[in-house]
């Protein structure tokens, strides 16, 4: 049963769009959440992270919501440049429950068309 | 710069022979973790070392061990591969809790 959910394996954006990347979760414990990005051959990097007394996280061109009562959580890319292309993986967790497992979704693979 | 480091990046070995990766860390970091990845999936805990205490998941196979000899280094240990273990193998670490995980660049398997 997949509790992180990227329902959406590709997107495609023109470059300098806003690009806009959507997860969902089941379990409601989960209460931090991460987004990472991986380039082929190489390991997932952290990119922006938000933790569920927040509604909204910034960092330069990247912005992650989320909503508690719905369980969803998007990543926001603005403006979207070729080299985001990458999958970005979501990932969730529960920090209260002395474990420090992350759940991942499958992953959305990012394409900025030039 | 502090990094995860994986080696070999690429490993090839025959069904039912062992074989061990390798990862290790130069950010001093308390936690340690494998995880497995097959293709357009998400990558699944196997297990997780808080300094030398061992933390294996419910679902991972008795096939995979893992060894922590030092904070720096973690193996993981496939006693006998079989095909379906064909996977990247991704090693992070962090500091503990719901911490940001930092990934190592991954060791591809492949099992003939």
């Known amino acids: 049963d997949q509790q992180v959910k990227q329902n959406s394996p590709s997107l495609s954006v023109q470059e300098g769009r806003i690009s806009i990347l959507n997860c969902d979760y089941t379990n409601s414990m989960f209460d931090y959440f991460l987004w990472y990005k991986k380039y082929p051959a190489e390991g997932p990097t952290f990119l922006i992270s938000i933790s569920s007394i927040k509604d909204k996280n910034e960092d330069g061109r990247f912005t992650v919501f989320l909503n508690k009562s719905a369980k969803h959580l998007s990543l926001h890319i603005v403006p979207s440049q070729p080299g985001d292309s990458a999958v970005y993986f979501c990932a969730a967790t529960d920090s209260g429950a002395g474990s420090y497992q992350l759940t991942f979704g499958k992953g959305t693979k990012l394409s900025v068309i030039p | 710069d502090a990094m995860v480091i994986q080696n070999p990046r690429y490993q090839v070995t025959q069904f039912g022979k062992p074989v061990t990766l390798s990862c290790s860390q130069t950010l001093n970091h308390n936690v340690m973790y494998w995880y497995q990845q097959k293709s357009s999936q998400a990558p699944k805990l196997l297990f997780h070392y808080y300094d030398k205490d061992f933390n294996n998941e419910a679902d991972t196979p008795d096939n995979f061990q893992s060894r922590r000899p030092n904070t720096s280094f973690c193996f993981l240990d496939i006693r006998s591969p079989g095909l379906g273990d064909a996977a990247m193998y991704l090693c992070?670490?962090?500091?503990?809790?719901?911490?940001?995980?930092?990934f190592g660049p991954g060791t591809r398997l492949l099992v003939l």
């Open positions: 992070a670490t962090s500091r503990g809790g719901p911490e940001t995980q930092y």
